[in-house]
């Protein structure tokens, strides 16, 4: 019956679709619930698409950590990355800010600075990015998993700062 209310208000261009089951893609992602109070987030395949597509210019190995001591650090005396550069540049990070927001919350200060960088990125920022494309490549296997054991409780940590970066 919920099915039926829901093509009738919202299926109107197109029907409704309907997923059952313990695992379920969806925009790239894999959610899987067959595993009792969790559920798992994994893109191995998006993440090894853009390992695929990598350029060589952002180098091969693999990093411990997405970034490191320096991440921001803003210079102004680094070139400006050309045009062709600066486009794959901001398309690189619009993917790995995809991946972060779903799957991979570890990219998500370096990506959230990178953003920041995409109007006129340099060479340093080109760095920085290596770096993180050189961490995923060691960590391509990882994913999100929460869990739930009682639903009576809450925890919640925040790791919060104001204003320490420029």
């Not at 070139?79 to 991979?104: C, G, P, T, W, Y």
């Not at 570890?106 to 770096?131: C, E, I, S």
Request: net charge negative; proline share 3%.
């Amino acid at each position: 019956e919920v099915i039926d209310m829901l093509n009738e208000r919202y299926g109107k261009l197109d029907e409704v679709t309907v997923t059952r089951g313990d695992v379920h893609d969806y925009l790239g992602m894999t959610i899987d619930y067959s595993v009792p109070g969790k559920v798992s987030f994994k893109m191995h395949e998006y993440v090894q698409k853009m390992l695929d597509e990598c350029p060589e210019y952002l180098g091969g190995g693999g990093a411990s950590t997405p970034a490191s001591t320096k991440l921001f650090d803003v210079g102004d005396s680094t070139e400006q990355l050309n045009d062709e550069m600066a486009d794959e540049f901001h398309h690189i990070v619009a993917q790995l800010l995809f991946l972060s927001k779903r799957a991979r919350p570890d990219l998500q200060t370096a990506v959230a600075f990178l953003t920041t960088r995409v109007t006129a990125p340099d060479t340093d920022d080109l760095n920085k990015l290596g770096r993180v494309m050189k961490y995923l490549r060691a960590t391509k296997d990882l994913y999100l998993t929460l869990t739930a054991d009682n639903l009576h409780v809450l925890n919640w940590w925040v790791d919060a700062s104001f204003a320490v970066h420029r």
